[in-house]
């Protein structure tokens, strides 16, 4: 008799729980549910004689980019193995273990029992790489900086090669809010802000670094802010909000461009197509490693590594180093800053490892203001990751104690914020908003993933009055409702007798409201290399090293103490820009 193929639904699959494979003369699809990074992730799985033919995703709220090598390799790697007995892929191991659960409850429902993985059939074909490749420019790092670089070097003619060690893209620059400061935008003006400027811009930052940074390069990043912007939006087609802007601590006016979805997702995907159009090769989990000299002290390549084989890449016109900050490295963080252990999480990507500073000061560059690490505020307390969700932060949203007391200028700067919270009892806080600030931030649509988990994780929850979001937080009612009070007395611009909030409070007294736990976590690296206005890496001696480029968070002058929020992603395309075409003039 043949069977049809089918989809055994949750009813159907008790009825199959106790079969086994060779019932089943004909393919079998069932269906399974484990969960990945951000929810749930359901697949269809077919299994013809107890062996998987096909995986389809049904559904998946995981990050398309972060987990691609997931839903390709990982996925084909199990049908060839007809097992789960599989390595997670690096970098995306919660949406690796997600496939994996899901494959598994599958094979379970359609009553099909996986074996150990052939080893044989895991093997994959080493790829046909040279071991000793030259191009005009090589980028390494494939995070905003890395591919504003490689793409302007490869527009004006160069052929480019782009290095990124992590089996995917995108570093710190994906999983960003991505949102990018830029004085004089064409938002500003739909909002009334007629009076920003670069200069105000570059003042603002230089002041937040507490004047630390170098301002001949802070003048440069906001002065290129609008060219870089404009480059995104009509080059690379990087689709902003058309009337939204944030206000980021430590800014005198709200100018920082929203990227659909408020992450670093459509910047991404966007620099991946334009690299794809182009032609770049993008060689994933290839790792620099070693820079390479010739005798007058030029630049000329890198060493680097894949699966433990040694690969050189010589550049003729010079090396890009985008490799990012070392956020995620506990180690180098304490090194540098003793203050911030082993306590912190981080935020960061899970490249953000830093070796490449050494890398560069072996090389002879100068690695300058290393002590000074940011936390980020409002994080969450179980994985480290940023409360994007929160970012309601910024249109009202109020940080209460465990006492139910404010106890800081909301929109203070992040060091500023991260050191009270640290103050307070339990070294955590709450963020309470509602529906009336909710409506401005759109954080709950936007981040509804968080949402989800958040309040999975029970550190979140929805109320309809105070009364609840005490019994939830267990604050004191009294006091809880005592400040909400102060707050609903003091609402707008210049009323905050408190706190002196520079955007004006919001009004609280309806519900709906959210409320959310949160900590600081490590989260920007401000030192790394030197470098000069033209984007050069500068040695101790004040000397340039010729054919050595930098941009991004791998160096270290634009942010001195405090990175502004909403600049580094200025930072990465304005200098990523300029030494991609500087590299590329070179090598001319
Ligand atoms: C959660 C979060 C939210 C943020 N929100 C904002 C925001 O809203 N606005 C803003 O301006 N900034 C924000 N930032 C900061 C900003 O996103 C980063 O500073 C910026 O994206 C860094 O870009 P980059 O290209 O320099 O480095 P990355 O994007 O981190 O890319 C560096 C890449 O280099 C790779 N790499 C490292 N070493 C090597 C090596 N040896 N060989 C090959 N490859 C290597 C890494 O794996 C990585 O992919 C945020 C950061 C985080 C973590």
Redesign the pocket.
């Known amino acids: 008799m043949q069977f049809k193929k089918s989809i055994i639904t949750a009813a159907a699959a008790l009825a199959f729980g106790a079969a086994s494979a060779s019932l089943f003369a004909a393919p079998v699809t069932a269906e399974g549910t484990g969960v990945g990074k951000h929810g749930d992730l359901t697949v269809a799985v077919t299994f013809d004689n107890g062996r998987i033919q096909d995986i389809k995703v049904v559904s998946s709220k995981e990050n398309p980019i972060l987990a691609k090598k997931v839903f390709t390799e990982l996925k084909d790697t199990i049908i060839a193995a007809n097992s789960t007995d599989l390595d997670m892929i690096s970098g995306a191991t919660f949406s690796s273990k997600g496939l994996i659960d899901a494959v598994n409850d599958a094979a379970k429902k359609a009553g099909v029992t996986l074996g150990k993985a052939d080893k044989k059939a895991v093997k994959k074909a080493a790829k046909a790489l040279p071991k000793n490749a030259t191009y005009d420019v090589v980028v390494?790092?494939?995070?905003?900086?890395?591919?504003s670089a490689a793409i302007t070097a490869k527009a004006a003619g160069a052929n480019v090669v782009l290095?990124?060690?992590?089996p995917t893209?995108?570093?710190?620059?994906?999983?960003?809010?991505?949102?990018?400061?830029v004085a004089g935008n064409w938002v500003q003006p739909k909002l009334g802000i007629t009076d920003d400027s670069a200069e105000l811009h570059a003042k603002d930052t230089f002041k937040g670094g507490d004047g630390k940074g170098d301002m001949k390069v802070i003048n440069v990043m906001t002065h290129n802010a609008l060219d870089a912007a404009k480059w995104c939006r009509d080059y690379l087609k990087v689709n902003f909000e058309a009337d939204n802007l944030?206000f980021f601590g430590g800014h005198s006016r709200k100018r920082?461009l929203i990227p659909f979805g408020h992450t670093?997702t459509e910047f991404i995907t966007k620099f991946q197509a334009k690299a794809d159009e182009l032609g770049i090769p993008v060689i994933t989990n290839?790792?620099?490693?070693e820079l390479i000299k010739d005798k007058d002290g030029r630049v000329t390549g890198v060493k680097?590594t894949m699966n433990g084989e040694e690969y050189t890449f010589n550049a003729k016109g010079g090396i890009v180093l985008?490799?990012?900050?070392f956020?995620a490295n506990k180690e180098m963080v304490k090194k540098y800053n003793p203050k911030i252990d082993e306590r912190f999480k981080t935020?960061?990507?899970?490249?953000?490892?830093?070796?490449?500073l050494y890398?560069a000061e072996r090389a002879g560059a100068e690695l300058v203001n290393m002590g000074y690490i940011q936390t980020?505020p409002i994080c969450d307390p179980i994985s480290g990751?940023?409360e994007?969700i929160a970012d309601a932060r910024f249109d009202g949203a109020v940080l209460l104690n465990q006492e139910g007391k404010r106890f800081v200028e909301e929109l203070q700067r992040r060091d500023v914020i991260s050191h009270a919270i640290l103050d307070q009892t339990g070294g955590y806080c709450w963020v309470l908003w509602n529906d009336n600030i909710g409506k401005i931030s759109n954080t709950v649509k936007e981040h509804a993933n968080e949402y989800e988990a958040f309040t999975k994780q029970g550190i979140m929850t929805t109320c309809d009055d105070l009364k609840c979001v005490a019994d939830f937080t267990k604050m004191p009612f009294d006091q809880l409702q005592a400040t909400v009070n102060r707050v609903n007395s003091m609402t707008g611009k210049g009323n905050d007798k408190d706190f002196n909030h520079r955007a004006g409070l919001m009004d609280l007294s309806q519900g709906k409201y959210y409320v959310v736990k949160a900590v600081p976590s490590t989260?920007?690296t401000m030192g790394g290399v030197r470098i000069n206005e033209k984007a050069e890496v500068v040695t101790k001696d004040g000397k340039t090293i010729p054919g050595l480029w930098a941009?991004?968070?791998?160096t270290g002058v634009t942010h001195g103490t405090n990175?502004l929020?909403?600049?580094?992603?200025?930072?990465?395309i304005v200098f990523?820009r300029i030494a991609g075409a500087a590299a590329a003039a070179a090598a001319k």
Request: net charge negative.
């Open positions: 390494i790092g494939a995070g905003g900086a890395g591919f290095l990124e060690k992590m893209v995108g570093g710190n620059s994906l999983i960003s809010g991505a949102e990018m400061n944030f920082a670093g290839m790792k620099a490693e680097a985008a490799t990012g900050g956020g935020t960061d990507a899970p490249g953000t490892t830093g070796e490449a890398m980020y990751v940023i994007l989260h920007h941009a991004g968070e791998v990175r929020g909403g600049n580094a992603y200025t930072d990465i990523g």
